[in-house]
């Protein structure tokens, strides 16, 4: 099992796989992937180490599938890269003496350009034996390799490249590119499969491998650096740093969701009441043991003028309250000082993280809080009056009934979010011959259209409308809804102070579920999207498509190829799935007389 590779001299965490000569073309040619992990906490490591460790997999996995398919091509760095790695054939010189010779015929070009005027340590190569060499005879030779080395760099093969790499440092690309790509033209007269790729890239190539091997004079380059400094040397560390100047930096930095920020600053200002505004170095672990102790004592609920308290006082009158608060929600006010008291060791403000390892009972990330609706449940949901009796449409709330109505049958028929659901546009509502479908994505299609956002990448994707949405009504509702001036497919949705627009849906939604289906907490509005996914999968659809219709990341690398949206497949895709539990007919009979441009003026049908 991959763990992460320590650094013997610095402690220093790093992900470090080899990769399989068969499949180094795919990287560029590299031996190995090797990325730091920035930390030397073990336990810091274990999710960026998780993250590389998937993404190498998957990376590796499209490699073999490229190599199976014979697609697998050499790339410029692959093909450099053998050169400067390969051993040694028919007694010439190995790829890192290769690599080295290289790097002399570098030296040589720009030995007698360099104008910085440091110190040198060692003489330009130009001025040795090496000026009227002939480089392709050497690759044959060792022996006129090792005496190049000699005579020049003194014998000491590591000080080899040290003209050109202070030409890097100081002169402009005119000076040393031309040099490089005397080297890349002489490299792909010798390797014929460089010969597939132009100079350039060639030498793009080549200096890449070379910056690799030979980064520069670090005591010279030290010294250079300094120079540079526009302010003393000095500490990153921030000892005085307060939990909302904190904030604020994560904020700017992180760019949070209005949702998250509204949290964090939330949690902030608890601990703040808890313990004081104090340093964020002052900040230890049983401080926030011990505020994760009393945040515990508060109940699940508590009425909303009370919210407001500060939290000190939530806790001394509700403390004693039951059902507790759930380790879901006392992990999401921890884990947001974690977060930030993350961030700011990483920004080095911190000597320490002591954030680290603070354990919330009876959390786990894999706990199930939701579950799918069983085909009797969906039957009951369906056949309530919101659906087949519209003249019970007659509810106070902003959020109308129609908005409910529509929301509900597009949610069980194509597994979308709410909040994805509820900020489709008109424009986003769209025909492929027959097939109607949403074009769900945070872009909008009219220059003045209202702002939308997608959970993550995958979430953009064309979700076709069932059938049996268009036999009740939907596209006659849409197009009430565009000759009464309306831009979205649910005008009643507003945006709440965070960017939601479902919230208050959200809550009246439930309120039905548990009136007419169940009160097992478990039955949400986001039931149907797990009751969508266990349906696709009773039909036998693929996970492929199961996942591109509900705008879930694609597990496997071979998902991946050709991972487009095809509508018209998916449309035939989704009408396997057997929604029979619902009375279709039913509805489609209640709604069959209603005229959608009185009931959006009125929010009811006609009585």
């Known amino acids: 099992m991959a763990t992460p590779f320590a650094d013997p001299r610095t402690g220093q965490l790093y992900f470090r796989r080899a990769i399989p000569e068969p499949l180094r073309a795919a990287f560029g040619g590299m031996r190995e992937r090797k990325i ?23 990376d590796l996995a499209e490699a073999r599938h490229k190599l199976a398919e014979g697609t697998l091509l050499p790339t410029p760095g692959a093909v450099v890269r053998r050169w400067c790695e390969s051993a040694p054939t028919n007694g010439g010189l190995s790829g890192q003496q290769r690599l080295l010779l290289t790097l002399m015929e570098l030296d040589a070009g720009v030995g007698g350009r360099f104008s910085a005027n440091p110190k040198q340590i060692y003489p330009p190569a130009i001025t040795g034996p090496a000026v009227n060499t002939d480089w392709n005879a050497v690759l044959d030779e060792p022996s006129r390799f090792a005496g190049i080395v000699t005579d020049v760099y003194g014998g000491e093969a590591e000080q080899v490249g040290t003209n050109w790499i202070r030409s890097l440092w100081h002169e402009s690309g005119n000076a040393w590119h031309p040099h ?65 100047q904190l904030f604020d930096e994560w904020e700017d930095g992180n760019k949070p969701r209005p949702q998250t920020a509204l949290e964090y600053r939330a949690s902030v200002d608890d601990f703040i009441d808890f313990a004081g505004d104090i340093p964020v170095s002052a900040i230890d672990a049983d401080l926030l043991f011990d505020y994760r102790d009393e945040a515990a004592r508060l109940p699940s609920t508590m009425p909303r003028a009370d919210r407001a308290l500060p939290f000190r006082a939530r806790v001394e009158k509700h403390g004693g309250g039951t059902p507790k608060c759930s380790p879901a929600t006392l992990k999401k006010r921890i884990g947001a000082l974690q977060a930030l008291l993350t961030y700011a060791f990483q920004q080095r403000w911190t000597a320490s993280n002591n954030g680290v390892g603070i354990t919330i009972i009876g959390y786990s990330k894999t706990n199930k809080n939701r579950r799918s609706l069983e085909d ?21 709330s902003r959020i109308s009934d129609v908005t409910i109505f529509w929301l509900f049958l597009i949610a069980a028929t194509t597994g979308a979010r709410l909040e994805e659901v509820g900020q489709v546009a008109l424009a986003d509502i769209r025909r492929d011959g027959d097939i109607v479908y949403l074009d769900i994505s945070d872009y909008a299609l009219l220059e003045d259209g209202e702002e939308k956002s997608v959970k993550n990448p995958e979430s953009r994707r064309l979700v076709p409308v069932h059938a049996n949405l268009v036999a009740i009504g939907f596209l006659a509702y849409c197009n ?12 009643d949705l507003k945006e709440n102070k965070v960017g939601k627009k479902t919230k208050e849906a959200s809550q009246r939604i439930n309120r039905i579920v548990d009136r007419y289906v169940s009160k097992d907490k478990r039955l949400v509005f986001y039931s149907l999207r797990h009751t969508f996914k266990a349906k696709g999968n009773e039909a036998n659809l693929t996970s492929k498509t199961l996942n591109q219709i509900c705008g879930h ?25 057997d929604f029979s539990c619902i009375d279709w007919e039913a509805i489609r009979q209640a709604v069959s007389g209603l005229n959608w441009s009185e009931v959006l003026r009125r929010g009811k049908p006609d009585d």
Not at 48 to 58: D, G, H, K, Q, V
């Open 36 to 58: 730091t992990l920035g930390t030397k906490d073990p336990v810091m490591a274990k999710e960026p180490f998780a993250r590389l460790n998937a993404e190498f997999e998957r």
């Open 180 to 244: 490089l790509l005397q080297a890349a033209e002489r490299l792909r007269r010798f390797v014929p499969e460089a010969q597939r790729f132009s100079t350039e890239e060639i030498a793009k190539a080549l200096l890449a491998v070379l910056d690799e091997q030979r980064p520069a004079d670090e005591d010279f380059n030290r010294a250079r650096l300094a120079k540079r400094r526009h302010r003393p040397n000095r500490s990153r560390l921030r000892p005085n740093m307060r939990l909302k």
């Open 376 to 396: 009797h449940e969906l039957t009951l949901l369906f056949a309530c009056p919101l659906f087949v009796d519209p003249r019970s449409w007659n509810s106070p």
């Open 480 to 491: 009430a809804l565009a000759a009464a001036g309306h831009r979205q497919l649910f005008p």
């Open 553 to 577: 990341a694609l597990v496997h690398v071979g998902e991946q190829y050709g991972s487009e949206p095809r509508i018209r497949n998916l449309y035939r895709e989704l009408h396997r799935i």
